[in-house]
């Protein structure tokens, strides 16, 4: 089977969407446990949870990018609001400073993120009008950092 990911030369720790390893810190309390991730071996796996990091709960209202995606939340010029109307930017804008002052801290190259997630998608984020094509806070604050960031599926 042909590795998903090339970890050939990364020489340090990988961040990792808790999620993805298990941990049941997705909006609704579930986890989307990635086979594939979890049977890694010699690498350093580091789980984080942008939401939870940021002080949001689990399980919480499920939230939509409004206004942009990730980068131009990370800009000022979008937002992030949950289900019930709420705006939980602050919180989100927090939670990814304290993944990548981690990222920074523990000399992080790549980052393996939840696809769709306001916080970690790579490609595809939910927005106010829908699927739409972009990043989420998190992964657009990684990959200002020159971090790789990539999704459950190796996309980058």
């Given at each position: 089977?042909?590795?998903?990911?090339?970890?050939?030369?990364?020489g340090?720790?990988?961040?990792?969407?808790?999620?993805?390893?298990g941990?049941?810190?997705?909006y609704?309390?579930?986890?989307?446990r990635c086979?594939?991730?979890?049977?890694?071996?010699?690498?350093?796996l580091?789980?984080?949870?942008?939401?939870?990091?940021?002080?949001?709960p689990?399980?919480?209202?499920s939230?939509?990018?409004?206004?942009?995606d990730g980068a131009?939340?990370?800009?000022?010029?979008?937002?992030v609001?949950?289900?019930?109307?709420?705006?939980v930017?602050?919180?989100?804008?927090?939670?990814?400073?304290?993944?990548?002052?981690?990222?920074?801290l523990?000399?992080v190259?790549l980052?393996?993120?939840k696809?769709r997630?306001?916080?970690?998608?790579?490609h595809?984020?939910?927005?106010?009008?829908?699927?739409?094509?972009?990043?989420?806070?998190?992964?657009?604050?990684?990959r200002?950092?020159?971090?790789?960031?990539?999704n459950e599926?190796?996309?980058?």
């Open positions: 089977m042909k590795d998903r990911f090339d970890l050939s030369g990364i340090g720790p990988v961040l990792v969407s808790a999620c993805l390893l941990v049941s810190c997705r609704d309390g579930t986890t989307r086979a594939y991730i979890t049977g890694l071996h010699d690498v350093h580091v789980p984080v949870c942008p939401e939870q990091l940021g002080g949001l689990t399980p919480r209202p939230a939509r990018l409004e206004g942009g131009a939340v990370v800009r000022g010029e979008a937002g609001v949950d289900a019930s109307g709420r705006d930017t602050g919180a989100i804008l927090h939670g990814a400073r304290q993944v990548c002052l981690l990222a920074g523990m000399g190259r980052a393996i993120l696809e997630s306001p916080s970690c998608a790579t595809e984020v939910w927005t106010t009008g829908g699927l739409t094509r972009g990043l989420g806070v998190t992964a657009a604050m990684l200002d950092m020159g971090i790789a960031v990539v599926d190796a996309d980058e």
